[in-house]
């Protein structure tokens, strides 16, 4: 079992609505959890972190953490051509001394 | 602004001869930097982990005598690609994190290295 899951897409949704993207992990001492976000050929950009159990809201991103059921999520609001992007989930545990990341899920938005 | 910077965004060598990449945190103290590989369509691999002051750790399956680090101050780690081979071309990108709390990673800009 891969420790970060996440499906690799493509998630095509249309310009305006919400884009769900999932992210499951095994390791259950994980404690800090982060969603990254990657443009064709560039590095990752920090879009969120949350690490604590509910709901953490940040503009039009919420991210979703539920340690019960190992799972973290992103939900993207009125999404625009320009969120078109892969989506990186990142556990840190391990008294944070590794960061694990999952294959990313590529998101396109369609006008 | 940017909190990591990497050096350079892109190279082109051939085939033998050896690379250097530099990442440095900007605004604090690195003790630990990050330095990832990923190739097209794939996800981050962690190569290594760098420590300011004592030898870096390598993933599994890394060479060590291939890539080398050095992390000789506080903020500023090194990456050598030594006598390299087109298929060490990839994106390589180091990361770093401020050292408070749970900090998340933070990116440098990634070196395209192209091997001909």
């Known amino acids: 079992q891969k420790e970060v899951e996440q499906n690799s897409g493509p998630l095509s949704v249309p310009e305006g609505a919400i884009a769900s993207l999932n992210c499951t992990y095994s390791?259950?001492?994980?404690?800090?959890f982060f969603w990254y976000r990657q443009y064709s050929g560039k590095s990752p950009e920090l879009i969120m972190s949350i690490y604590s159990n509910g709901d953490k809201e940040d503009g039009r991103f919420t991210a979703q953490l539920n340690k019960a059921s190992q799972y973290v999520s992103l939900l993207i609001r009125d999404s625009q051509p320009s969120d078109s992007a892969t989506y990186l989930c990142a556990i840190a545990s391990g008294g944070y001394q590794k960061v694990t990341f999952g294959i990313g899920t590529k998101l396109q938005v369609i006008p | 602004g940017a909190v990591v910077s990497q050096h350079p965004s892109r190279v082109i060598c051939k085939s033998g001869t050896s690379v250097k990449i530099e990442c440095r945190s900007l605004?604090?103290?690195?003790?630990?930097m990050f330095w990832y590989r990923q190739f097209p369509k794939k996800s981050l691999m962690l190569m290594a982990t760098?420590?300011?002051?004592?030898?870096?750790?390598?993933e599994q399956g890394v060479e060590k005598d291939k890539f080398l680090i050095n992390h000789a101050s506080l903020t500023l780690s090194t990456l050598t690609v030594t006598s390299a081979h087109p298929e060490d071309s990839s994106f390589y990108i180091c990361?770093?994190?401020?050292?408070?709390?749970?900090?998340?990673?933070?990116f440098g800009n990634g070196t395209r290295l192209t091997v001909t």
């Open positions: 605004d604090f103290q690195a003790t630990t």
């Open positions: 760098s420590n300011e002051g004592s030898k870096a750790t390598y």
């Open positions: 990361s770093a994190r401020r050292p408070t709390g749970n900090s998340p990673l933070h």
């Open positions: 390791d259950r001492v994980s404690q800090s």
